[in-house]
């Protein structure tokens, strides 16, 4: 711990700040408000109600009326505290508002209503948080559904894409063969090309397929890519082909080499593989859109993108839906991303 | 009974021919080196017999079958790669049974197997360690141990002690030495180091560019070489090589000095251009010779029970001589040199083929370059 406030608090300058420190910390400050302050700022609204929500100027921190319960009224009231004229400085509930004016009577004596300006009134707020806008998105929409269509086509498509690509990579660069060459400058090619330019034939092979608006039609398409194809290659390569001829020599199947020689000694890279899948899948929304038209087939992505209507956005329900999709892969991320390290380091080591 | 015979192998690799013609007789339990420097085809050559390498001509024949179409595995073979070429994710143990559980041997038998091999190889104390967390020479033993379970008709080695310290080289070729009485077995090693040829071999194959120049036991390669690349290859420090032409019984250097050779050792004709070789053992400094040669010492290496002496020929070849104990010669002096002509070799110095009379009767049947 004692090295961790060290690390944190580290300055080149000995005993006073040297202008390097200055401008670091301001540089790193500014880094993290800028990387940390759209995503806390999400999270803090998510928890807002629309009310407070529309309210100008915004604040941080959600915030709700402090109401009280008074004889002789059947719902809570909202408490304010007035300012100016006879009961300045007292606590009173409001018990409507009408126009400009604001009936009101003190918690004493909650028969007595007595009439007061609004701008003579501020209200008595705590920060409150609206854990209404979480339950509603399993109350009132399909959530579950929802978050199930986007972790089946995430797990799935990342598998199936995994298999795939390792397999290719594994072929393209442990075995000779006429045409590698060729084979490899398409597959180096294909990443030049955009994927809105192959959109239009995608879809209608996905149609003629008949996978529109099925899950698969989202899974299979993206099987095979080839930044997975190449960073696996570029890996295996640093595989020693002796270690394949040992396993020759000891009987294995080329199948065999592939899944207990090849496969375990690329699981760095596989793992960078598979964290980058698993955020691209998640987060892909263009495909998806094109491809799913049903909503108990929407994705996480495409549910959120349905909340903002073209009257109305339901900002509070969005905001909660929002911060529930960052999750899944904010964790993946955090437990894996030693792994993304490690990958790169060793993919370039040897 | 594993006897390998090799009938005329080639191997071409696109226009490009590296093996180019080899035929080799290897008996049942022959510890045999295949030797030559880098890129003569040796390991090519080995990689073909085990079956890593497809064959462009000729037969591979193990105990009298052509092996050529059977793939690595099913030839019965086992081989130690350079590198190791341990499975870095494996464990020692899982190392060793890889192959017998291809194998589909029985768990129980597989567990005897291991354990007798990592017995006799003094790894039974590694057997749950990564092959990363293991030395050099406990990699190699391994790798030596992965070969051994599977119980091989012959176990083939490619250059398996180069990666390791000169000391522990030494430590290992004995053990290889010896593993070689216990087992029995027919064994090829293939290494660029004439030495452990030397030390190891029953037969030695010398090699250079696809072709074997000699092929016969480690002595009779020494003392009878077929070629003036084999002469000057086996032999540490290497056998020294003085230009000349003949003139009846007497050799007449490029410098004009001469040197008697002895009456009937050699089939030369008069005028003929040749190569005499001296190995560095049979050459001294003497002071009373009729027909001596004339060298200037470069310098002297004194190793206590050994010398060398390294000294240039008047006419700018360069000279070695090993003497035992120590000598009081410096470098600078000008010495008279006397070649032991009994011991001495003659090459045509256009074909480079030994103009010895009598060979030995190994030898013999070697191929001429």
Redesign the interface.
Known sequence: MASVVKFLTGTRGKGRLHWTDWFTYAYLLGGILLMFGPVLWLVASSFKTDAELDKFPPRFLPHAALTVELEGHDKPLPLFKVTKGDLAGEQVAQVRRIGLTSQVVRLSEPDKKIKISVKDREPMEKISIATKNYTDLFRKFDFLQFFWNSTFITVAATIIMLIVNSMAAFALSKYQFKGRATVMAIVIGVLMVPQTVVLVPLFIVTKELGMLDTLWGVIIPGAATPTGIFLLRQYMLTI?D??L?????????EW?IYW??IL??S?PAIAVLAILAIMWRWNDFLWPLIVLSRTENFTLQLALNSFQGEMATQWSNLLAMTVLTLLPVALVFAFLQKYIATGIASTGGK | MANLSLKNVKKAFGNIEVIKGVDLDIEHGEFCVFVGPSGCGKSTLL?MI?G?ESISGGDVEIDGDRVNDI????RG???V???Y?????MSVRQNLS??LE??KTPKDEIEKKINAAAKMLQIDELMDRRPRDLSGGQRQRVAIG?AVV?EPRIFLFDEPLSNLDAELRVDMRGEIALLHRQLGNTMIYVTHDQVEAMTMADKIAVLRSGEVEQFGKPLDLFNDPANIFVAGFIGSPKMNFIQGEMQGELLRLTNGESIELPKGRFNVSDGEKVTLGIRPNDIKPGDDVAHGLNATVRSVEQLGGDSYIYAKSANGESITIHRPGQVSISAGEELLLEVEVDKSHLFDRETGVTLLRERTADAKGAPAA
């Open positions: 020693p002796e270690i001829d040992a396993a020759r020599m000891d009987k294995a199947s065999k207990r020689i375990p000694l699981a | 990689r085990s890593l793939p690595a595995a099913e073979l086992a081989m790669f350079q590198s070429a341990l499975y870095p994710h890889f192959g291809n194998l992965r599977r």
